[in-house]
Protein backbone atom coordinates (compact mmCIF):
# COMPACT_ATOMS: atom_id res chain seq x y z
CA UNK A 1 0.00 0.00 0.00
CA UNK A 2 2.62 2.56 0.79
CA UNK A 3 4.16 1.92 -2.62
CA UNK A 4 0.76 2.31 -4.32
CA UNK A 5 0.92 5.99 -2.56
CA UNK A 6 4.31 6.88 -3.31
CA UNK A 7 3.42 6.27 -6.71
CA UNK A 8 0.26 8.14 -6.69
CA UNK A 9 1.78 10.92 -4.94
CA UNK A 10 4.77 11.30 -7.13
CA UNK A 11 2.48 11.06 -10.59
CA UNK A 12 0.27 14.26 -8.99
CA UNK A 13 3.30 16.09 -7.93
CA UNK A 14 4.26 15.37 -12.00
CA UNK A 15 1.35 16.65 -13.18
CA UNK A 16 0.87 19.77 -10.77
CA UNK A 17 4.78 20.96 -11.76
CA UNK A 18 4.53 19.76 -15.33
CA UNK A 19 1.92 22.61 -16.75
CA UNK A 20 4.26 25.74 -15.54
CA UNK A 21 7.15 24.04 -16.23
CA UNK A 22 6.01 23.37 -20.25
CA UNK A 23 4.68 26.97 -20.03
CA UNK A 24 8.23 28.17 -19.25
CA UNK A 25 10.29 26.34 -21.30
CA UNK A 26 7.86 27.30 -24.16
CA UNK A 27 8.16 31.03 -22.84
CA UNK A 28 11.88 30.53 -22.88
CA UNK A 29 12.05 29.10 -26.28
CA UNK A 30 9.59 31.91 -28.44
CA UNK A 31 11.61 34.82 -26.28
CA UNK A 32 15.30 33.40 -27.71
CA UNK A 33 13.38 33.34 -31.06
CA UNK A 34 11.66 36.07 -31.22
CA UNK A 35 14.05 38.49 -29.24
CA UNK A 36 17.49 36.86 -30.70
CA UNK A 37 15.99 37.70 -34.74
CA UNK A 38 17.11 41.15 -34.44
CA UNK A 39 19.51 41.11 -30.61
CA UNK A 40 20.98 39.33 -28.04
CA UNK A 41 18.52 37.84 -26.24
CA UNK A 42 18.69 39.37 -22.63
CA UNK A 43 18.26 37.48 -19.97
CA UNK A 44 14.98 38.61 -17.90
CA UNK A 45 16.90 39.21 -14.55
CA UNK A 46 18.41 42.50 -16.16
CA UNK A 47 15.64 44.55 -16.04
CA UNK A 48 12.43 44.81 -13.42
CA UNK A 49 9.26 43.21 -14.23
CA UNK A 50 7.61 46.74 -15.29
CA UNK A 51 10.37 47.68 -17.68
CA UNK A 52 9.94 44.43 -19.65
CA UNK A 53 6.01 45.33 -19.31
CA UNK A 54 6.50 49.03 -20.73
CA UNK A 55 9.09 47.40 -23.42
CA UNK A 56 6.20 44.74 -24.89
CA UNK A 57 3.60 47.28 -24.46
CA UNK A 58 4.76 49.69 -26.93
CA UNK A 59 6.90 46.65 -29.75
CA UNK A 60 5.92 48.43 -32.48
CA UNK A 61 8.27 51.42 -31.74
CA UNK A 62 10.84 49.11 -30.23
CA UNK A 63 13.99 51.28 -30.09
CA UNK A 64 13.50 52.37 -33.50
CA UNK A 65 12.11 48.97 -34.99
CA UNK A 66 8.87 47.73 -35.17
CA UNK A 67 8.78 44.54 -33.48
CA UNK A 68 5.01 44.06 -33.49
CA UNK A 69 4.39 40.32 -32.70
CA UNK A 70 0.76 38.61 -32.37
CA UNK A 71 -1.00 38.78 -29.19
CA UNK A 72 -0.32 35.40 -27.94
CA UNK A 73 3.19 35.77 -28.52
CA UNK A 74 3.70 39.30 -26.97
CA UNK A 75 1.62 38.13 -23.96
CA UNK A 76 3.82 34.72 -23.51
CA UNK A 77 7.10 36.30 -24.23
CA UNK A 78 5.64 39.67 -21.31
CA UNK A 79 4.82 36.54 -18.87
CA UNK A 80 8.14 34.86 -19.30
CA UNK A 81 10.12 38.11 -18.72
CA UNK A 82 8.04 39.25 -15.89
CA UNK A 83 8.58 35.54 -14.36
CA UNK A 84 12.24 36.05 -14.32
CA UNK A 85 12.49 39.79 -13.79
CA UNK A 86 14.87 41.26 -11.02
CA UNK A 87 12.57 42.48 -8.77
CA UNK A 88 10.58 39.12 -9.14
CA UNK A 89 9.28 37.62 -5.20
CA UNK A 90 12.17 36.87 -3.48
CA UNK A 91 14.97 38.91 -5.38
CA UNK A 92 16.22 42.72 -4.67
CA UNK A 93 19.33 43.05 -5.96
CA UNK A 94 21.46 45.99 -4.79
CA UNK A 95 21.46 47.89 -8.51
CA UNK A 96 17.90 47.58 -8.71
CA UNK A 97 17.80 49.26 -4.96
CA UNK A 98 19.15 52.28 -6.40
CA UNK A 99 16.55 52.85 -8.87
CA UNK A 100 13.29 54.80 -7.81
CA UNK A 101 10.14 52.50 -7.85
CA UNK A 102 8.81 55.44 -10.52
CA UNK A 103 11.32 54.98 -12.49
CA UNK A 104 11.34 52.68 -15.73
CA UNK A 105 14.71 51.57 -16.78
CA UNK A 106 14.24 50.94 -21.07
CA UNK A 107 18.03 50.12 -21.54
CA UNK A 108 19.60 47.39 -20.61
CA UNK A 109 23.10 49.03 -21.71
CA UNK A 110 22.39 52.18 -19.60
CA UNK A 111 22.13 50.55 -16.25
CA UNK A 112 25.01 51.33 -13.86
CA UNK A 113 25.72 47.61 -13.19
CA UNK A 114 26.21 46.89 -16.93
CA UNK A 115 28.10 50.19 -17.89
CA UNK A 116 30.78 49.14 -14.96
CA UNK A 117 31.18 45.99 -15.97
CA UNK A 118 31.01 46.73 -19.76
CA UNK A 119 32.51 50.31 -20.19
Not at 18 to 25: D, V
Not at 55 to 61: C, R, S
Not at 62 to 73: K, N, Q, R, T
Request: hydrophobic share 45%.
Amino acid sequence: MKTITTIVTSAALGLIFAGPLAAQKAGEALTKEECSACHLAYQAYFLPKRSWQAIMADLPNHFGEDASLPDADRAEIEAFLAAGAADRQGRNPRWLQAISQDVVPMRISELSWFTHEHG
